[in-house]
């Protein structure tokens, strides 16, 4: 019997490529499904950046500062702004998104006989990781209103001794953050033997009161806290990811990572960036605003919704949720059929596209059945 051809992993065999349906602008002019920041660059920024990409031009025969001090310094300025203290240069790294972050993160301490952990349900891309790297992995659960049993996680954590936890808080699809407590109790249980690596992609969007765990790393030797700036910097294109950890996780890191692989580009751009981080985090405010209300909306019409503590909102929930997501498609917008079954997640845009996406549900639901309480399991 002959191979099939390429020659690919056995367990890559059949494997869809991962990725949400994309959708053109004409098709679906709302788009609400990837957890993207609506507004754009603005002309400053805009032109800001292509002075800086200008210059950075000029020296593109040259390989990067393969160490991006300068970046990395500014991104230790932007966190203890942003939830941390003391956090210093040699404390932070960045790659191509926090994705690249956290497959580093695996490259450098999971692999062969070792084992990854997460609770579902939660980002998609965790277990592809583990899969990347030859890692074992384990899933434990959520509780009904997604967060998570911390004796439960606990007495999993003791028994699996997981090289590496991914949590995410808020988590994605659901919303739901990680209370302080949470990750001490785990911290604790994880131990010297792994790290609890807590993935604050979307940690600006939280709501007031609710820590970062930027707090607990002067505690916490084992604990990562990974961010990006595609979703609260609005930079979703530009691909920058970061971390804050112990400056041993950082060079651990050093070993794993591909030479260069943070282009002069890339690291122009994001410096840009935080150079403009007022301007961006006003927009993350909005942001905030339009989530409480849309959680309040969809409430008032009946839905069941999760807490959400990010810019999105995961509510449901539906006797056929295909036939709602496609409802909304066949009125200009897109949202994401993810999260348990019934579920749909919609990621929060401007005032003038939440209008938009109200008016599509309510008429949808004409024609669609929500699941009663007393249906529930
Ligand atoms: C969007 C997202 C990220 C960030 O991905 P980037 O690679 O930085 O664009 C990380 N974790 C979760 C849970 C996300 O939803």
Known sequence: MSTPFPPLRDELRGIEPYGAPQMSHDA??????VNENPYAPSEALASSLSEAISEVALELNRYPDREFVALREQLAGYLNTSGGSGITTDMV????GSNEV??????????????????APTYSMYPEYARNTLTEWVVGHREDDFGLDVDAARELVEERRP??????SPNNPTGTALPPEAVSVLC????????????????????SGMPSALEMLPRHRNLVVTRTMSKAFALAGARLGYLAADPAVCDALRIVRLPYHLSATTQAT????????DELLAHVDDLRVERDATVAWLREQGHEVADSDANFVLF????????????LVDRG????????????????????????????????????????????A
């Open 316 to 327: 449901g929930r539906f006797a056929d949720r295909h036939a709602v997501w496609q409802g």
């Open 333 to 376: 917008v897109l949202i994401r059929e993810t999260g348990p079954d019934g579920w749909l997640r919609v990621s929060v845009g401007t005032a003038d596209e939440m209008a938009a996406f109200r008016v599509a549900l309510m008429e949808t639901m004409k024609t669609q059945q929500v699941i009663g309480t007393e249906e529930r």
């Open 163 to 168: 090289s590496i936890v991914l949590l995410p």
């Open 102 to 119: 956290m497959q580093q993160l695996l490259q450098a301490f999971g692999g062969p006989g070792r084992t990854a952990l997460s609770f």
């Open 28 to 33: 679906a002019p709302v788009q609400l499904n």
């Open 93 to 96: 790294w960045a790659a191509n």
């Open 188 to 207: 604790e249980a994880v131990g010297d033997d792994g790290l609890l690596v807590v993935d604050e992609a979307y940690g600006e969007f939280r709501r």
């Open 270 to 277: 994001a410096s840009v960036a935080l150079s403009y981080v």
